[in-house]
């Protein structure tokens, strides 16, 4: 009989592979999900995301930390600027890889963020020292590149912007390791992206440093991104959107005992949470009356007349907090239509630019993790901003991100068909049967990733060594060994 219970012992199994130096592996990057990265006041420091009991996380009462936690809004008079000008003076700070809770806000949790960092350390890597510290498993790392490089990002911003900012960190962890290895040349990094970090490293990979282009249309698929990198590991990300995204835009967050609630005109600023958004082509939301499906969630007029997050006609008093230089109502709701348009256009270009099918480089290695072992909302009825979100369907996922959109199934809402269509080619799919918090601690995950990235053969350099001389030490020998 199968015993669920067994484990792999992850120190004999990959103890000696971490080891190695900087001669032998790449460097590692990790990109944490939604809410995994901590915000701070660029002026002030105060954390307003992520920090340590309620005082952490900014109070949406106080109409200056609600101006802070919201994205920034363009006041009426300058209505043209673009998303990725409206700066309110919060800069990403580390991760917020210590914190509990059952449940988070957008249902990514960021406790998954933290098992990765954990699964690293097994591994021998470090946290880069300008970050917090971590704990790590196995206390190796006396070379320069033992170390795991944390992309903290403003996770409320677009993703093409932060994309532009991490092919930027790409290039300073790899001026730094090519300082260090033997083949510099043809150095790349791997890197591990958890939930909506996947699609912020999908888009740098076809695209690199280019942003969407300002007259409306989609760039060109160049794989600029992927030629800095080698292995890449997605984790429990919804290529294709999730219901959760929806449900918090129209009804924002709850409190919970870690942290305060949200106003839907609050999360409503926030351009990466429409990027989360279900497609219209899937038919996964349906009309509360009819049972028909929606269509378009991309359509601004939508959501004026389901009265949906900023276009809601009670969020005034969220809009005053917001937008203190606008005097009126109708001044402020103008605003707030036009921030939402330019946040639904920015989303439906952006799934766009990931959805158009294309075939990624040959050096590039695209590995996938999906939960597949929990019932996961995968249809709902929906109404106006005042009537309940109904989960009509449910199907197998990880209880945050369907299987299907893992995947970007194009079978669902469409015909079956026996085979997988999908626009991105997965070199390796691994399902797992646990749910979207569980996901980076399971064996399975933790085994598999510490392969590809202490074991796995790289071909790009030669990394044989010539056997000790007759008569060394043991401590002679593991030197040539491991550099």
């Given at each position: 009989?199968?015993?669920?219970?067994?484990?792999?012992?992850?120190?004999?199994?990959?103890?000696?592979?971490?080891?190695?130096?900087?001669?032998?592996?790449?460097?590692?990057?990790?990109?944490?999900?939604?809410?995994?990265?901590?915000?701070?006041?660029?002026?002030?420091?105060?954390?307003?995301?992520?920090?340590?009991?309620?005082?952490?996380?900014?109070?949406?009462?106080?109409?200056?930390?609600?101006?802070?936690?919201?994205?920034?809004?363009?006041?009426?008079?300058?209505?043209?600027?673009?998303?990725?000008?409206?700066?309110?003076?919060?800069?990403?700070?580390?991760?917020?890889?210590?914190?509990?809770?059952?449940?988070?806000?957008?249902?990514?949790?960021?406790?998954?963020?933290?098992?990765?960092?954990?699964?690293?350390?097994?591994?021998?890597?470090?946290?880069?020292?300008?970050?917090?510290?971590?704990?790590?498993?196995?206390?190796?790392?006396?070379?320069?590149?033992?170390?795991?490089?944390?992309?903290?990002?403003?996770?409320?911003?677009?993703?093409?912007?932060?994309?532009?900012?991490?092919?930027?960190?790409?290039?300073?962890?790899?001026?730094?390791?090519?300082?260090?290895?033997?083949?510099?040349?043809?150095?790349?990094?791997?890197?591990?992206?958890?939930?909506?970090?996947?699609?912020?490293?999908?888009?740098?990979?076809?695209?690199?440093?280019?942003?969407?282009?300002?007259?409306?249309?989609?760039?060109?698929?160049?794989?600029?991104?992927?030629?800095?990198?080698?292995?890449?590991?997605?984790?429990?990300?919804?290529?294709?959107?999730?219901?959760?995204?929806?449900?918090?835009?129209?009804?924002?967050?709850?409190?919970n005992p870690l942290m305060?609630?949200?106003?839907?005109?609050?999360?409503?600023?926030?351009?990466?949470?429409?990027?989360?958004?279900?497609?219209?082509?899937?038919?996964?939301?349906?009309?509360?009356?009819?049972?028909?499906?929606?269509?378009?969630?991309?359509?601004?007029?939508?959501?004026?007349?389901?009265?949906?997050?900023?276009?809601?006609?009670?969020?005034?008093g969220m809009l005053r907090?917001?937008?203190?230089?606008?005097?009126?109502?109708?001044?402020?709701?103008?605003?707030?239509?036009?921030?939402?348009?330019?946040?639904?256009?920015?989303?439906?270009?952006?799934?766009?630019?990931?959805?158009?099918?294309?075939?990624?480089?040959?050096?590039?290695?695209?590995?996938?993790?999906?939960?597949?072992?929990?019932?996961?909302?995968?249809?709902?009825?929906?109404?106006?901003?005042?009537?309940?979100?109904?989960?009509?369907?449910?199907?197998?996922?990880?209880?945050?991100?369907?299987?299907?959109?893992?995947?970007?199934?194009?079978?669902?809402?469409?015909?079956?068909?026996?085979?997988?269509?999908?626009?991105?080619?997965?070199?390796?799919?691994?399902?797992?049967?646990?749910?979207?918090?569980?996901?980076?601690?399971?064996?399975?995950?933790?085994?598999n990733a510490l392969y590809?990235?202490?074991?796995?053969?790289?071909?790009?350099?030669?990394?044989?060594?010539?056997?000790?001389?007759?008569?060394?030490?043991?401590?002679?020998?593991?030197?040539?060994?491991?550099?």
């Open positions: 009989m199968l015993n669920s219970a067994v484990t792999p012992d992850m120190r004999v199994l990959y103890g000696r592979s971490a080891l190695q130096g900087a001669k032998t592996r790449n460097p590692v990057i990790v990109i944490p999900g939604i809410l995994g990265s901590r915000l701070v006041d660029s002026e002030t420091d105060r954390v307003i995301w992520g920090g340590r009991g309620r005082e952490g996380f900014a109070d949406q009462d106080d109409p200056e930390q609600a101006r802070l936690i919201a994205h920034g809004m363009a006041d009426p008079d300058e209505s043209d600027a673009p998303l990725r000008e409206l700066d309110d003076g919060v800069r990403p700070d580390g991760s917020v890889s210590h914190l509990r809770a059952s449940r988070f806000g957008l249902s990514l949790q960021v406790q998954a963020y933290e098992n990765i960092m954990r699964t690293l350390g097994v591994g021998g890597y470090l946290l880069d020292p300008g970050k917090r510290a971590h704990r790590k498993f196995l206390d190796y790392g006396h070379d320069v590149l033992s170390k795991c490089f944390e992309f903290d990002y403003d996770w409320r911003r677009s993703l093409p912007e932060n994309a532009i900012l991490f092919g930027e960190f790409v290039e300073a962890v790899l001026r730094f390791a090519r300082r260090e290895s033997s083949c510099p040349e043809s150095l790349k990094v791997d890197v591990v992206a958890h939930s909506m970090g996947g699609l912020l490293l999908r888009y740098y990979l076809r695209y690199g440093k280019r942003r969407l282009p300002p007259d409306g249309g989609e760039p060109e698929i160049d794989w600029a991104g992927a030629a800095n990198v080698e292995h890449v590991m997605i984790v429990g990300s919804p290529s294709a959107g999730s219901l959760n995204a929806l449900q918090k835009l129209i009804h924002g967050l709850k409190a305060p609630a949200y106003h839907p005109a609050i999360l409503g600023t926030m351009p990466s949470v429409y990027q989360l958004l279900p497609r219209a082509r899937h038919k996964a939301v349906l009309d509360a009356d009819t049972g028909e499906p929606i269509g378009d969630l991309m359509s601004v007029e939508r959501w004026i007349e389901r009265e949906w997050g900023l276009a809601a006609p009670d969020a005034d907090h917001l937008l203190p230089g606008v005097e009126s109502a109708g001044a402020r709701r103008q605003a707030a239509l036009e921030h939402l348009a330019k946040c639904l256009k920015e989303a439906e270009r952006f799934h766009r630019s990931i959805d158009t099918p294309a075939d990624s480089p040959p050096n590039v290695v695209l590995q996938l993790f999906a939960g597949d072992g929990v019932a996961t909302a995968a249809q709902a009825k929906v109404g106006r901003r005042d009537e309940p979100f109904r989960v009509t369907a449910t199907a197998a996922g990880d209880g945050t991100v369907l299987r299907s959109s893992a995947l970007m199934d194009e079978r669902v809402g469409g015909e079956w068909y026996p085979r997988l269509l999908t626009p991105i080619r997965w070199d390796n799919v691994t399902f797992i049967a646990t749910d979207h918090m569980a996901l980076t601690r399971h064996p399975t995950f933790v085994n590809l990235l202490l074991e796995k053969p790289r071909p790009a350099c030669d990394f044989r060594v010539p056997a000790p001389p007759t008569g060394a030490t043991r401590e002679q020998a593991a030197m040539m060994q491991h550099g």
